[in-house]
């Protein structure tokens, strides 16, 4: 059996998702399945604890223009301020970092869901390439972010592969702000009813998307805990 992945938050990322995506990707290939992993080309600072098995096979691809030239101008940044003394890297670091918070939550407000989606476009490249190609048999997607749906939702569109999605949190969230929830709940929607398959963390989400959209769609929903 053959997967391709789609996951922005992957090893080298320490996060929540990557670390799950991680054990999940590990087991698959102790398994006898093929994983082709479609994720950002990110730098390893600090980096991964622990290594992924080496059947994986990784794709990674740039991560968009603002992510993408903020962290090359914070390896650069970092590169210099370790040859000033702490006084000196005090007095302008937060002057980056403020600057970078501030873009970024910008960033966030114009952009659906947040800038994260500026992936998107290079993600699907990747994603069309390698279905073109042939061969898988099945397509996840990741969430967190929300970019990871949106390429396996084209994908699924243009191409019909099965789908899963491990859905994580939902898309509407107690969090989301307040403008775009009738935003949230339609994409959320629209993609939990194209999936084939739904994985969630524990029994309480699947049966809120179950009453969010219909009850049917618990039996397409399979727990895998964190």
């Not at 702490?86 to 873009?103: C, H, I, K, N, T």
């Not at 970024?104 to 390439?129: H, M, Q, S």
Request: with cysteine.
């Amino acid at each position: 059996m053959k997967v391709l992945l789609v996951a922005y938050e992957f090893p080298p990322i320490l996060a929540a998702q990557s670390l799950r995506w991680f054990y999940l990707a590990n087991g698959l290939a102790e398994a006898g399945v093929q994983v082709h992993v479609v994720c950002p080309n990110m730098p390893a600072a600090p980096p991964f604890p622990v290594n992924l098995d080496a059947r994986i096979i990784t794709h990674r691809i740039w991560p968009g223009p603002f992510v993408g030239i903020s962290q090359k101008l914070a390896l650069r940044a970092n590169r210099g301020l370790q040859l000033q003394t702490a006084a000196e890297v005090s007095d302008s670091q937060p002057w980056l970092l403020r600057g970078y918070q501030f873009a970024r939550k910008l960033l966030d407000w114009v952009i659906y869901p947040d800038v994260r989606t500026e992936w998107y476009p290079f993600a699907r490249a990747k994603v069309n390439e390698l279905l073109v190609r042939g061969g898988f048999d099945a397509l996840i997607s990741s969430h967190e972010p929300a970019v990871d749906l949106f390429v396996g939702w084209a994908a699924k569109r243009r191409f019909g592969v099965p789908w899963v999605v491990d859905m994580g949190d939902p898309l509407l969230t107690p969090y989301s702000p307040r403008w775009r929830r009738k935003l949230d709940l339609y994409v959320e929607r629209s993609i939990v009813r194209q999936a084939d398959a739904i994985w969630v963390t524990t029994p309480s989400v699947a049966e809120l998307l179950a009453q969010r959209h219909g009850a049917d769609l618990e039996s397409r929903c399979v727990v895998i805990p964190q």
